[in-house]
Structures are given as structure tokens and as C-alpha cells.
């Protein structure tokens, strides 16, 4: 499938906490079509490092279709000729600078100054993101979503959608999530933004007029991206790396091959990246409380929608018991709830890479009356 980006303009956005942004614009990408009743849509959200890209093709030449393309398509789980399926570029996304990418966070210019927000940007959190979700189902006449599903973040917005918009979602699936960032999870992302925090071009966020903080943007994106790995994938890639290697064991200066090379395939995101947005985005990660209330009961409480919670066994960025405890408690509230683990072999990315898995058990999950 080929798929273009379209860009989604809201002028005048309140914040969860208040604030005001006099515009914001979105990116955003569909797959099939949407019938005359305008319900056989399904809503995509995205993770942390992604985008709206969630299958298909900008161009034949790419050399890699969207990251759910084994899911969105013509006789596939999501299959295009029954449903009309769209994802929209989160604000703030981490990648400002990809062209593919369109998006309003602290790299966008503010209106009142000509110069970029910066950290004058307010602190949006993953309600924000679902309210600009909204503003664009809105504007497209739809009124209730057939489904609403992602993985990672992604998990977190359709979770928030069902909690937030009850009367709006008839399902929900959440692939390697969780209900609320507990103290655990809070402190690991954190890990995230103390690179970005110490690299002294950082200037308290105000480097747009001069060198960015390059080396904290990478630092950040190589703990991201390990994370992200299981040990067993890891060790099967580096094969051949042995703990006695002769550069390492004669310099300290000298790193390890292995290292070389995971440092160099995270710096090619890097030069997409901005380390504000990447700050902003763990932020919103760490606020994430299903229906951003005052419990995660209380959240739970609202949901209408049937649901499906699919963790990936070896997890270790999300670890299973955060999707299970939210499948626990929505049980207990007497809601529909279904869990089942996706077992691979790639860590928390079982939820990309070995979502197929779980084809038929989403595919029958979409069709349940």
C-alpha cells in the first residue's frame, strides 16, 4: 500500500493543565475507507519513538513498509477493505526534524516571539495527545471508534481513549502497556532525560540559535533502544562480541566493536531527533494515569469498551505485571477484559515484531458483536 502524509491544523488548544496554544498541527496517515455510517473506523496510536507510519509505503522505493504493515491491510487483522483505519503523529513527537514527521512541540516556532517555544512549550501529557485525536475524528464526522489500539505509548493513549471517552470506544486493545506509570517505571524513564539534562549544550532548553545537545540526544536513544531489546536478541546480533577483546583490554579510550556499532545505528535517529521533544515525551510518560484522574480505579471505572491487553512475556521496559494489575482491576469493576502474552524473542519490540502472532486472536477480537 502507498500512503501519503496529511497535516491536521487546530487553531486554539487548551492543555490537561490549562495551558493555551494558539495552533497546533498534526500529522496524520489512513488506510481504507470510510463507509456511509462512519463507523468501521479504527484508531492506531503510536509509541514512544514512532510516528503515524503504521504501514505501507511512501514511496515503492522505500525500503521498509509502515511498523504494523503485518497487521493493516487488505485480508489482514485490521483488514483495509472493512475498516477505515487512521494514526495521527503525537505532539511532541521525538522526531520534529523527520520530513515524514509533522508535529507541534518545543522545536515549533511560537507565534508570539518568531523564535521556537522552547521550554515555554507547556507540558502536555498523553490526554493531550488523545484530545488532538479527537479534534481530528471529529472533523472527519466520526462519532464512535470501532476500535481503538497501539502499542507502548500507543497502549496508553487507547487505554486513556477508553477511559476518557467511554460512549466513543467499543474496543480497546493494548499491545506491551500498562494503566499508570508506577514508581519503577516513573525512575526508569527518568533514566531517559538524565543524559539530555547533563549535556551542557542543553542550555535549559534554549540551543535552538546555537549547538544542540547531540551527545545527551544519543546517550538518551542508545538507553532507549537497548532497553527496548531483550538480552537474548542482543546477544544472538552480537554474536561474535567477546568480553576479552584486544582494544578495550589495552585502552579505556577504546570501546567495544559491539558498542561502535549500536552507537553509530542510534546516532542516524539522533540527527532526526530533538532533545526537548524527547524530554517533553518521557514527561508525558511518567504523568500517564488511565483517564489522568485521581486513581487508576477511578479511571477504570468509566470504560465501557470490551477489551484486550497483549504484554510481551520478556519484557523488560514494560514488564507484563502492568498490563496484568490493569486487567485485574478492570475484572474486579465487572468490565470485559481479555489478557493473553505475545512470546518472542525480542523483548519489549515483541509488540512490532511479533505482533502477527496474535493476528487471528485480534482479527476475532474486532469482530465480536
Known amino acids: 500500500m502507498l500512503v501519503e502524509k496529511k497535516t491536521f491544523t487546530i487553531e486554539g488548544f487548551k492543555t490537561f493543565n490549562g495551558s493555551f496554544l494558539p495552533q ?3 500529522g ?6 470510510l463507509n456511509t455510517r ?3 473506523a479504527i484508531l492506531v496510536t503510536h509509541y514512544f519513538s514512532g510516528s503515524s507510519h503504521a504501514a505501507g ?5 522505500d525500503p521498509l513498509p509502515g511498523y504494523w504493515d503485518s497487521l493493516i491491510g487488505p485480508g489482514k487483522p485490521l483488514d483495509t477493505d472493512q475498516y477505515f483505519v487512521f ?7 521525538q522526531e520534529p526534524f523527520n520530513p515524514y514527521v509533522v508535529t507541534t512541540g518545543p522545536a515549533s516556532i511560537n507565534p508570539e516571539t518568531d523564535k521556537p517555544w522552547g521550554l515555554d512549550f507547556p507540558v502536555v501529557t498523553i490526554a493531550d495527545f488523545v484530545n488532538t485525536q479527537k479534534a481530528l475524528m471529529e472533523s472527519l464526522g466520526i462519532e464512535r471508534l470501532h476500535a481503538v489500539m497501539g502499542p507502548s505509548m500507543g497502549s496508553l493513549q ?4 477508553a477511559a476518557a471517552y467511554p460512549e466513543a470506544v467499543e474496543r480497546m486493545v493494548s499491545v506491551i502497556g500498562m494503566g499508570e506509570a508506577d514508581a519503577w517505571t516513573c525512575l526508569g524513564l527518568q533514566q531517559w532525560a538524565e543524559p539530555i539534562l547533563a549535556d551542557p549544550n542543553w542550555q535549559q532548553g534554549d540551543y ?3 549547538e544542540p545537545p547531540l551527545q545527551g540526544v544519543l546517550q538518551t536513544l542508545m538507553q532507549i533502544n537497548q532497553q527496548a531489546l531483550s538480552p537474548e536478541l542482543i546477544n544472538r546480533t552480537f554474536f561474535q562480541h567477546h568480553p576479552m577483546e584486544a582494544g578495550p583490554l589495552e585502552s579505556i579510550r577504546e570501546d567495544y566493536r559491539m558498542v561502535k556499532r549500536f552507537r553509530e545505528e542510534c546516532q542516524e535517529r539522533a540527527k532526526l531527533a530533538d532533545a526537548n521533544h524527547l524530554l517533553y515525551l518521557i514527561r508525558a510518560n511518567q504523568l500517564f494515569l488511565a483517564g489522568q484522574g485521581s486513581s487508576l480505579k477511578e479511571g477504570l471505572q468509566k470504560i ?7 504484554p510481551a512475556t520478556h519484557d523488560q521496559l514494560l514488564p507484563p505485571y502492568l498490563a496484568r494489575q490493569t486487567h485485574e482491576n478492570l475484572l474486579a469493576l465487572g468490565k470485559s477484559s481479555n489478557y493473553q502474552e505475545i512470546n518472542g524473542s525480542w523483548g519489549h519490540l515483541d509488540g512490532l515484531y511479533t505482533i502477527t502472532s496474535q493476528g487471528e486472536l485480534i482479527r476475532d477480537f474486532l469482530a465480536e458483536k
Not at 496524520?28 to 475507507?33: A, D, K, L, P
Open 57 to 61: 509505503r511512501y514511496q515503492e522505493t
Open 38 to 40: 462512519k463507523d468501521n
Open 87 to 93: 494514526s495521527c503523529d503525537t505532539l511532541v513527537n
Open 304 to 310: 465501557q469498551a470490551k477489551c484486550l491487553f497483549l
Open 24 to 26: 497546533v498541527q498534526i
Open 158 to 161: 487507547a487505554l486513556h481513549w
Open 208 to 210: 535552538y540559535a546555537s
Open 28 to 33: 496524520w496517515e489512513s488506510w481504507g475507507q
